[in-house]
């Protein structure tokens, strides 16, 4: 059975820095590209970042740019979202999903980030 | 970025068809969108629903099916049942970046 599990979240003050994990169980994670999306409290899904199966290929959101980092250790079977300089609209609850070609997204159950002072 | 747009909320009887439509500001839905379709019940995980235009997950009920129409990426549903009720988001590719529609509202009633 196909298994992600987030963790790292938690309470930080903005301008504070944060790293997410996920780590991947019941299937082979290198086969896989990864996704990070974020939902805020009342709010609708946003796209985060992107990463390819060899970490050659990775993409973020505008409004996270310069801000994010994405990486993985297939070695680990695990996923991060590195999350520094954060502000109050980065909270939300975050997923990582896995996207395999032309096949169904599988998604965790998310982690809370809550940027507050 | 990219915009994707999807009606706010739509209302549909039980036994009823409804179809929830998902547009990009970029120009016409064509299947290099890769459009995927899920559905997120209150408090729960997004799941999918559909995926690459028109193919169902294992799990998706023979009552959803997803198609281009007009431009668009279109999710139809026939026969509603009550716990069709949640929200919709549609997912587009653009050559790397990912955008997910607003998400549509979807009460049975």
């Known amino acids: 059975e196909v298994q992600l599990v987030e963790s790292g979240g938690g309470l930080v003050q903005p301008g504070g820095s944060l790293r997410l994990s996920c780590a991947a169980f019941?299937?082979?994670?290198?086969?896989?590209?990864m996704n990070w999306v974020r939902q805020a409290p009342g709010k609708g899904l946003e796209w985060v970042s992107y990463i390819s199966i060899s970490s050659s290929t990775i993409k973020f959101a505008d409004s996270v740019k310069g801000r994010f980092t994405i990486s993985r250790d297939n070695a680990k079977n695990s996923l991060y979202l590195q999350m520094n300089s954060l502000r109050a609209e980065d909270t939300a609850v975050y997923y990582c999903?896995?996207?395999?070609?032309?096949?169904?997204?599988?998604w965790g159950q998310g982690t809370l980030v809550t940027v507050s002072s | 970025q990219a915009v994707v747009t999807q009606e706010p909320s739509l209302t549909v009887s039980p036994g009823g068809t409804v179809t929830l439509t998902c547009g990009s500001s970029t120009g016409g839905v064509t299947s290099g969108h890769y459009p995927y379709w899920f559905q997120q019940k209150a408090g729960q995980a997004p799941r999918t629903l559909i995926y690459?235009?028109?193919k169902k997950h294992s799990w998706t009920p023979a009552r959803f099916s997803g198609s281009l129409l007009g431009g668009k990426a279109a999710l139809t549903l026939s026969g509603a049942q009550p716990e069709d009720e949640a929200e919709y988001y549609c997912?587009?590719?653009?050559?790397?970046?990912?955008?997910f529609g607003g998400g549509t509202k979807l009460t049975v009633l």
């Open positions: 997912l587009l590719s653009y050559s790397g970046p990912r955008v």
């Open positions: 019941g299937f082979t994670f290198s086969n896989y590209n």
């Open positions: 999903a896995r996207e395999g070609k032309q096949q169904p997204w599988d």
């Open positions: 690459d235009t028109s």
